[in-house]
T-cell receptor
Framework: NAGVTQTPKFRVLKTGQSMTLLCAQDMNHEYMYWYRQDPGMGLRLIHYSVGEGTTAKGEVPDGYNVSRLKKQNFLLGLESAAPSQTSVYFC?????????????FGEGSRLTVL | RKEVEQDPGPFNVPEGATVAFNCTYSNSASQSFFWYRQDCRKEPKLLMSVYSSGNEDGRFTAQLNRASQYISLLIRDSKLSDSATYLC?????????????FGTGTRLKVLA
């Protein structure tokens, strides 16, 4: 079972470059999320989506854009990368519009911006 | 004040010990509560949900005190394989859905 798959898993960027992280889930989940994890900060929500064609801002959305053109995919874009965006990025999905739903995470994408 | 607060640890305990982690949350509107486990450089995985009546899963017991806005996790008979970071998570209603707020985690090292 693939579950939640993130690509790429590692990337090094120079300041000002752009890139897109892809999250794909094969569980037919409605909700998808992008988090970043930094030392001492815990996971912080960047953007989320409650269904195909919808996106919403989370706690730390600045510098990121997202799209959910297909239900199974949630893309996170960095238009002009900054060193402050060096982090580990996790995508997660959730099966139901229920507050008891478990979050299923991808393996993470480690991004370094020089 | 952070929305979800945990003691970062590390907690260093010998095999077989009992260890307890605490977590406090600030928003009384929080609806659901979870403990996730995260191994080094890996993704978080659900350990257990936390219910008001308290719940147990093998060696793990979780408790919730809504009045004090406090969650706990007790691990009995610790194993080397329990070494990980334990994340306290609460869900909050927002804009027709729920957002999940993560604590920074408590690191556990079980020593042989």
């Amino acid at each position: 079972n693939a579950g939640v798959t993130q690509t790429p898993k590692f990337r090094v960027l120079k300041t000002g470059q752009s890139m897109t992280l892809l999250c794909a889930q094969d569980m037919n989940h409605e909700y998808m999320y992008w988090y970043r994890q930094d030392p001492g900060m815990g996971l912080r929500l960047i953007h989320y989506s409650v269904g195909e064609g919808t996106t919403a801002k989370g706690e730390v959305p600045d510098g990121y854009n997202v799209s959910r053109l297909k239900k199974q995919n949630f893309l996170l874009g960095l238009e002009s990368a900054a060193p402050s965006q060096t982090s580990v990025y996790f995508c997660a999905s959730r099966p139901l519009p229920s507050n008891t739903g478990e979050l299923f995470f991808g393996e993470g994408s480690r991004l370094t911006v020089l | 004040r952070k929305e979800v607060e945990q003691d970062p640890g590390p907690f260093n305990v010998p095999e077989g010990a009992t260890v307890a982690f605490n977590c406090t949350y600030s928003n009384s509107a929080s609806q659901s509560f979870f403990w996730y486990r995260q191994d080094c450089r890996k993704e978080p995985k659900l350990l257990m949900s936390v219910y008001s009546s308290g719940n147990e899963d093998g060696r793990f017991t979780a408790q919730l005190n809504r009045a004090s806005q406090y969650i706990s996790l007790l691990i009995r008979d610790s194993k080397l394989s329990d070494s990980a970071t334990y994340l306290c998570v609460v869900s909050l209603p927002t804009s027709g859905t729920y957002k999940y707020i993560f604590g920074t985690g408590t690191r556990l090292k079980v020593l042989a």
